[in-house]
Protein backbone atom coordinates (compact mmCIF):
# COMPACT_ATOMS: atom_id res chain seq x y z
CA UNK A 1 0.00 0.00 0.00
CA UNK A 2 2.77 2.33 0.52
CA UNK A 3 4.34 1.92 -2.77
CA UNK A 4 1.02 2.51 -4.36
CA UNK A 5 0.49 5.57 -2.16
CA UNK A 6 3.86 6.87 -3.77
CA UNK A 7 3.05 6.39 -6.87
CA UNK A 8 -0.14 8.06 -6.62
CA UNK A 9 1.36 10.90 -5.27
CA UNK A 10 3.91 11.30 -8.33
CA UNK A 11 1.21 10.80 -10.45
CA UNK A 12 -0.57 13.78 -9.01
CA UNK A 13 2.82 15.73 -9.04
CA UNK A 14 3.20 15.41 -12.45
CA UNK A 15 -0.25 15.88 -13.15
CA UNK A 16 0.01 19.41 -10.95
CA UNK A 17 3.15 20.22 -13.36
CA UNK A 18 0.97 19.72 -16.44
CA UNK A 19 -1.64 21.59 -15.18
CA UNK A 20 1.03 24.23 -13.92
CA UNK A 21 2.70 24.70 -16.96
CA UNK A 22 -0.12 24.88 -19.44
CA UNK A 23 -1.95 27.95 -17.00
CA UNK A 24 1.37 29.78 -17.69
CA UNK A 25 1.73 29.46 -21.49
CA UNK A 26 -2.50 29.98 -21.55
CA UNK A 27 -1.53 33.35 -19.86
CA UNK A 28 1.49 33.93 -22.35
CA UNK A 29 -0.96 33.46 -25.23
CA UNK A 30 -3.45 36.13 -23.93
CA UNK A 31 -0.68 38.50 -23.00
CA UNK A 32 0.20 38.57 -26.35
CA UNK A 33 -3.39 38.95 -27.98
CA UNK A 34 -4.90 41.21 -25.50
CA UNK A 35 -2.32 43.00 -23.32
CA UNK A 36 -0.95 42.68 -20.09
CA UNK A 37 -3.54 45.10 -18.56
CA UNK A 38 -6.63 44.08 -19.80
CA UNK A 39 -5.71 40.18 -19.10
CA UNK A 40 -7.54 39.00 -16.30
CA UNK A 41 -6.77 35.88 -14.26
CA UNK A 42 -10.25 34.72 -14.43
CA UNK A 43 -9.90 34.65 -18.53
CA UNK A 44 -6.58 32.87 -18.11
CA UNK A 45 -8.35 30.06 -15.78
CA UNK A 46 -11.45 30.09 -17.75
CA UNK A 47 -9.38 29.74 -21.15
CA UNK A 48 -7.38 27.16 -19.46
CA UNK A 49 -10.06 25.01 -17.78
CA UNK A 50 -9.27 25.94 -14.16
CA UNK A 51 -11.19 28.05 -11.20
CA UNK A 52 -9.47 31.30 -10.97
CA UNK A 53 -8.84 30.20 -7.32
CA UNK A 54 -6.56 27.22 -8.80
CA UNK A 55 -4.42 29.89 -10.69
CA UNK A 56 -4.06 32.15 -7.41
CA UNK A 57 -3.24 29.22 -5.49
CA UNK A 58 -0.45 28.23 -7.52
CA UNK A 59 0.76 31.68 -8.68
CA UNK A 60 0.03 34.13 -5.80
CA UNK A 61 -0.06 37.09 -8.28
CA UNK A 62 -0.88 37.84 -12.90
CA UNK A 63 2.78 39.35 -12.18
CA UNK A 64 4.54 36.22 -11.17
CA UNK A 65 2.23 33.98 -13.63
CA UNK A 66 3.57 36.05 -16.31
CA UNK A 67 7.05 35.74 -15.00
CA UNK A 68 6.80 32.09 -15.18
CA UNK A 69 4.99 32.21 -18.47
CA UNK A 70 8.25 33.98 -19.86
CA UNK A 71 10.74 31.49 -18.42
CA UNK A 72 8.62 28.76 -19.85
CA UNK A 73 8.70 30.73 -23.27
CA UNK A 74 12.26 31.86 -22.93
CA UNK A 75 13.39 27.98 -22.06
CA UNK A 76 11.84 26.35 -24.94
CA UNK A 77 10.39 23.01 -22.93
CA UNK A 78 10.16 22.55 -19.26
CA UNK A 79 13.37 20.98 -18.83
CA UNK A 80 15.14 21.94 -15.39
CA UNK A 81 17.76 23.04 -16.99
CA UNK A 82 19.67 26.47 -17.42
CA UNK A 83 19.94 27.89 -20.63
CA UNK A 84 23.55 28.61 -20.25
CA UNK A 85 23.86 25.06 -19.62
CA UNK A 86 21.91 23.60 -22.60
CA UNK A 87 24.48 21.16 -25.04
CA UNK A 88 23.74 24.05 -27.70
CA UNK A 89 24.98 26.89 -25.80
CA UNK A 90 28.12 24.97 -24.28
CA UNK A 91 29.04 23.85 -28.00
CA UNK A 92 28.62 27.76 -29.06
CA UNK A 93 30.74 28.66 -26.16
CA UNK A 94 33.05 26.03 -27.20
CA UNK A 95 34.34 27.06 -30.63
CA UNK A 96 37.67 28.99 -30.51
CA UNK A 97 36.52 31.07 -33.54
CA UNK A 98 35.17 34.06 -32.10
CA UNK A 99 33.65 35.54 -35.59
CA UNK A 100 31.57 32.32 -35.41
CA UNK A 101 30.77 32.11 -31.80
CA UNK A 102 29.23 35.87 -32.22
CA UNK A 103 27.09 34.36 -35.59
CA UNK A 104 26.19 31.62 -32.98
CA UNK A 105 24.83 33.57 -30.36
CA UNK A 106 23.09 35.67 -33.13
CA UNK A 107 21.60 32.70 -34.28
CA UNK A 108 20.76 31.74 -30.63
CA UNK A 109 19.52 35.16 -30.50
CA UNK A 110 17.04 34.62 -33.51
CA UNK A 111 15.64 31.40 -31.85
CA UNK A 112 14.87 33.18 -28.73
CA UNK A 113 13.45 36.39 -30.42
CA UNK A 114 11.12 33.99 -32.44
CA UNK A 115 9.19 32.38 -29.52
CA UNK A 116 9.80 34.81 -27.09
CA UNK A 117 9.90 38.56 -28.63
CA UNK A 118 6.00 38.66 -28.99
CA UNK A 119 6.04 38.74 -25.55
CA UNK A 120 8.73 40.78 -24.54
CA UNK A 121 7.50 43.65 -27.05
CA UNK A 122 4.23 43.56 -24.35
CA UNK A 123 6.45 43.28 -21.87
CA UNK A 124 8.48 46.69 -22.99
CA UNK A 125 5.23 48.15 -23.60
CA UNK A 126 3.18 47.96 -20.46
CA UNK A 127 6.34 49.06 -19.05
CA UNK A 128 6.84 52.30 -20.44
CA UNK A 129 3.04 52.98 -20.07
CA UNK A 130 4.12 52.46 -16.54
CA UNK A 131 2.61 49.72 -15.31
CA UNK A 132 4.84 48.66 -12.24
CA UNK A 133 3.97 44.80 -12.46
CA UNK A 134 5.96 45.63 -16.19
CA UNK A 135 8.48 48.09 -15.30
CA UNK A 136 9.80 45.39 -12.04
CA UNK A 137 9.43 42.38 -15.09
CA UNK A 138 11.25 44.51 -17.43
CA UNK A 139 14.26 45.66 -15.50
CA UNK A 140 14.33 42.02 -13.87
CA UNK A 141 14.48 40.62 -18.09
CA UNK A 142 16.89 43.63 -19.22
CA UNK A 143 19.29 42.38 -16.26
CA UNK A 144 19.15 38.70 -17.29
CA UNK A 145 19.84 39.66 -21.00
CA UNK A 146 22.61 41.82 -19.72
CA UNK A 147 24.35 38.89 -17.61
CA UNK A 148 24.73 36.85 -20.44
CA UNK A 149 25.65 39.33 -22.77
CA UNK A 150 28.80 40.32 -20.23
CA UNK A 151 29.50 36.44 -20.50
CA UNK A 152 29.59 36.30 -24.40
CA UNK A 153 32.11 39.15 -23.89
CA UNK A 154 34.13 37.77 -21.38
CA UNK A 155 34.43 34.67 -24.03
CA UNK A 156 35.68 36.99 -26.63
CA UNK A 157 38.04 38.41 -24.04
CA UNK A 158 39.14 34.68 -23.40
CA UNK A 159 39.93 34.29 -27.06
CA UNK A 160 41.85 37.21 -27.36
CA UNK A 161 39.90 38.80 -30.29
CA UNK A 162 38.14 42.25 -28.32
CA UNK A 163 38.51 45.14 -30.39
CA UNK A 164 41.62 47.07 -29.17
CA UNK A 165 40.82 49.33 -26.69
CA UNK A 166 37.30 48.47 -26.40
CA UNK A 167 36.15 48.95 -22.98
CA UNK A 168 34.29 45.22 -22.19
CA UNK A 169 31.29 47.22 -20.49
CA UNK A 170 30.61 49.45 -23.71
CA UNK A 171 30.96 45.59 -25.86
CA UNK A 172 28.52 43.98 -23.76
CA UNK A 173 26.26 47.05 -24.19
CA UNK A 174 26.38 46.80 -28.17
CA UNK A 175 25.67 43.23 -28.20
CA UNK A 176 22.79 44.10 -25.59
CA UNK A 177 21.53 46.51 -27.79
CA UNK A 178 21.81 44.28 -31.20
CA UNK A 179 20.08 41.25 -29.62
CA UNK A 180 17.18 43.04 -28.27
CA UNK A 181 13.41 42.52 -28.98
CA UNK A 182 12.92 45.92 -30.33
CA UNK A 183 16.17 45.66 -33.50
CA UNK A 184 14.38 42.05 -34.20
CA UNK A 185 10.79 43.69 -34.39
CA UNK A 186 12.33 46.44 -36.37
CA UNK A 187 13.63 44.48 -38.99
CA UNK A 188 11.33 41.35 -38.96
CA UNK A 189 8.17 43.34 -38.59
CA UNK A 190 8.29 46.67 -39.47
CA UNK A 191 11.01 46.30 -42.28
CA UNK A 192 9.79 42.82 -43.29
CA UNK A 193 13.24 41.13 -43.23
CA UNK A 194 13.36 36.86 -42.76
CA UNK A 195 14.87 35.39 -39.96
CA UNK A 196 17.82 34.46 -42.00
CA UNK A 197 18.03 38.39 -43.34
CA UNK A 198 17.47 39.51 -39.26
CA UNK A 199 20.28 36.48 -38.06
CA UNK A 200 22.93 37.45 -41.13
CA UNK A 201 22.82 40.98 -40.38
CA UNK A 202 22.75 40.57 -36.38
CA UNK A 203 25.73 38.60 -36.58
CA UNK A 204 27.89 40.61 -38.87
CA UNK A 205 26.89 43.29 -36.86
CA UNK A 206 28.13 41.29 -33.96
CA UNK A 207 31.65 41.08 -35.04
CA UNK A 208 31.62 44.78 -36.42
CA UNK A 209 30.78 45.97 -32.84
CA UNK A 210 33.45 43.96 -30.86
CA UNK A 211 35.91 41.78 -32.33
CA UNK A 212 39.37 43.56 -33.66
CA UNK A 213 39.30 43.66 -37.55
CA UNK A 214 41.71 40.61 -38.35
CA UNK A 215 39.36 38.45 -35.82
CA UNK A 216 36.42 39.03 -37.83
CA UNK A 217 36.36 36.51 -40.66
CA UNK A 218 34.82 36.64 -44.01
CA UNK A 219 31.98 38.62 -44.43
CA UNK A 220 28.78 37.33 -45.83
Same mark, same amino acid.
Given at each position: ?????????????? #????????????????????????????? %???????????????????? =????????? %?????????????????????????? =???????????????? #????????????????????? =?????????????????????????????????? %??????????????????????????????????? =????????????????
Amino acid at each position: MSARRRYDASGRER #RAALTRQQIALTAVEQFVAQGYATTSVAS %VAKAAGVSAQTVYNGFGTKA =ALLKEGYDL %VLAGDTQDVPLAERPEVRALYADPDP =AAFLRGYARLGRSLLE #RLGPLALQIGAGALSGDPDLV =ALRATTDQERLIGTGMVVGRVVELGALSPGLDED %VARDRLWTLNSAEVWHLLTGARGWTGEQYEDWVGE =AMCEAVLAPDRRGATS
